[in-house]
């Protein structure tokens, strides 16, 4: 039987250009709550964005096989990171914060169907193709639904679909599966 390994390691952030290998990160943790202390990033001089959150998925997998059957083993993680993500002090509050950790989150929400949608899929000798598929797929819906949480919220400026997300999110959370 021929095997063939592969290890790949692909990330995402929320915001262009953002990964180097020895960057500082937290990787997210049922009850971690991030602080203003965090955000280590420097902001811009503008202040029209009060805070800005640096989160994505990254995955590494191996896999086995021949021909049409292929396995695989993975690692889906979510992370934040620090240096990429600011914030204006003079702008935020404790609901900004809560609205920065649910991008946190939501990223976490997208690991968990990417993790879903890996573990479901069929691989064949194009492995490598149809992991990056899935990936990019998951990666799009989390753009998605992070640019919707955004406008609904208005970006934490409405206060009563802030707090609505907030339970909704904690919710999902819950009730899916971490792992």
Not at 35 to 52: C, K, M, Q, V, Y
Request: negative net charge; glycine residues 4%; charged residues 30%.
């Amino acid at each position: 039987m021929d095997f063939v390994k592969i290890l790949v390691l692909a990330c995402l952030a929320c915001s262009p250009g953002l990964r180097g290998q020895d960057e500082p990160s937290l990787r997210w943790e049922p009850g971690l709550r991030l602080s203003w202390a965090d955000f280590r990033g420097d902001p811009p001089s503008s202040l029209r964005i009060a805070a800005t959150t640096a989160s994505g998925l990254s995955y590494r997998y191996t896999a086995r096989g021949e021909g049409e059957r292929y396995e695989i083993d993975f690692i889906v993680d979510t992370f934040f990171y620090p240096e990429k993500s600011w914030f204006h002090p003079e702008l935020c509050d404790a609901l900004v914060l809560s609205h920065e950790q649910l991008h946190f989150d939501i990223s976490e929400l997208f690991a968990r169907r990417l993790r879903g949608r890996l573990r479901s899929a069929h691989f064949t000798d194009r492995v490598k193709a149809e992991v990056r598929q899935i990936f990019a797929e998951v990666n799009r819906e989390l753009s998605q639904f992070q640019d919707r949480y955004d406008r609904e919220t208005d970006f934490s400026r409405n206060r009563e679909a802030q707090l609505a997300w907030n339970q909704s999110i904690a919710q999902m959370l819950r009730e899916s599966p971490e792992r």
